[in-house]
């Protein structure tokens, strides 16, 4: 069966998350992507090591069907590889400063004068065009300084979310910025730049709270898990762990006051609506949190559900390797990889496709493992592969 960027070649000088996961979306999809990373290897490859050799649980993720390179572009033969590559490739994907862009010959300009349709999709911190534009950064960053940060955790902390969440949306922006472009090219035959950065996205997941601020100024301070738009929506202690429970809207809140017994709410103006209800929180969140307290979190959950309340368990990593709706789902394709000692559970593309499905089809690259085979593609002998490794190019 086809794949929808079968026949498109990607380069991709990303480190970590957002230039890489944008990369495995594109190769789920169909394209051929080369990883080129450091000689020595990058860093992300050996974040949270699970193998003999230290490559690490991010890369396990990152790096699935990609053919890996190893690569000096700061050197004069370097730079000639990479220009061969170009030549061949439709797409250069990079989240680096475009400072550190243009020295390693990845700027626009450069990459439009060896491929004049080449698409180049440029991820950064800050952007460009400001005065943080050649500074580095983070996922944390982007929480830091968008206000996510500011409105987790409570008056005394503020909480950065384990999960970088705004690396991997700004992986995926990426990944549909860049599939627009292709499109574009198929209609002109031009290529373009698609820029991106963890300030934009981060902005974009914190605009309805800074269009409440610009425009009446609550001036809204944490409150930890609570919600304060809406209720009830916390979490809350079982006898035996954690329980989140969401409701939004009139059916759901007059659903839970049924259950809690307390239909005298439906009349109280604390409660009359969402704005409200999450105004007048932690009256109903302290309610909800003695019912939680005396009962397990299955007979909680049992009760919701039977409400149609949404409701889940606050689950460990385990648990949810254990989880048998991710097992129903097939969610992990279970890849093996030389030195570790079980299969990594990589999860599947977080979308389907009914006619071209996506696929993992292949484990991430161990440290230049397709370096000799590409080289040869662009033309380089044996002996040319030999002195070149001598001289720390490849």
Aim: glycine share 8%; charged share 20%; proline share 6%.
């Amino acid at each position: 069966m086809s794949k929808v960027l079968e026949g498109i070649r990607v380069l991709d000088f990303g480190r970590y998350i957002a230039g890489p996961f944008c990369a495995s979306l594109l190769s789920d999809m169909g394209a051929e992507v080369i990883r080129i990373e450091k000689i020595q290897g990058s860093e992300d490859r050996f974040l949270s090591p699970v193998s003999d050799a230290g490559d690490g649980a991010l890369f396990m993720q990152m790096g699935r069907n990609k053919l890996g390179m190893t690569l000096n572009p700061m050197k004069p033969e370097g730079r000639e590889i990479v220009r061969k590559l170009v030549a061949t490739a439709d797409v250069v994907v990079a989240n680096l400063p475009p400072d550190t862009l243009e020295a390693m010959g990845l700027d626009y300009e450069s990459l439009k004068a060896v491929k004049p349709d080449i698409i180049l999709t440029m991820i950064s911190a800050f952007g460009t065009g400001g005065p943080y534009s050649n500074r580095v950064g983070f996922d944390g960053l982007g929480q830091a300084m968008s206000g996510a940060m500011f409105m987790s955790g409570s008056l005394e902390q503020p909480v950065k979310s384990y999960a970088p969440f705004i690396d991997f949306g700004t992986a995926s922006l990426s990944a549909v910025g860049t599939m627009a472009a292709l499109f574009e090219r198929q209609r002109t035959g031009k290529g373009q730049v698609v820029e991106a950065s963890l300030f934009n996205t981060a902005l974009t997941m914190m605009n309805g709270t800074l269009i409440e601020q610009s425009m009446i100024a609550p001036n809204r301070v944490a409150t930890m898990n609570r919600s304060q738009t809406s209720g009830p929506a916390d979490t809350f202690k079982t006898r035996d762990g954690w329980v989140l429970i969401q409701s939004v809207g009139g059916p759901l809140f007059a659903r839970w006051v049924e259950l809690m017994g307390e239909p005298q709410w439906l009349d109280d103006p604390r409660f009359k609506d969402d704005i409200s209800r999450g105004n007048n929180g932690a009256v109903i969140s302290e309610r909800l949190a003695r019912w939680c307290a005396e009962r397990s979190s299955q007979e909680v959950l049992a009760e919701m559900e039977a409400a149609r309340i949404p409701a889940g368990p606050v689950m460990s990593p385990q648990q949810v390797l254990d989880d048998p709706h991710a097992a129903a789902r097939k969610v992990f394709r279970y890849l093996d990889y030389p030195g570790a000692a079980k299969p990594a559970p990589v999860m599947q593309t977080p979308f389907s496709l009914s006619e071209t499905p996506t696929e993992i089809h292949s484990r991430a690259p161990m440290l230049g493992e397709h370096t000799d085979q590409l080289m040869k593609e662009l033309g380089y002998s044996d002996t040319d592969i030999q002195r070149l490794r001598a001289a720390r190019i490849i």
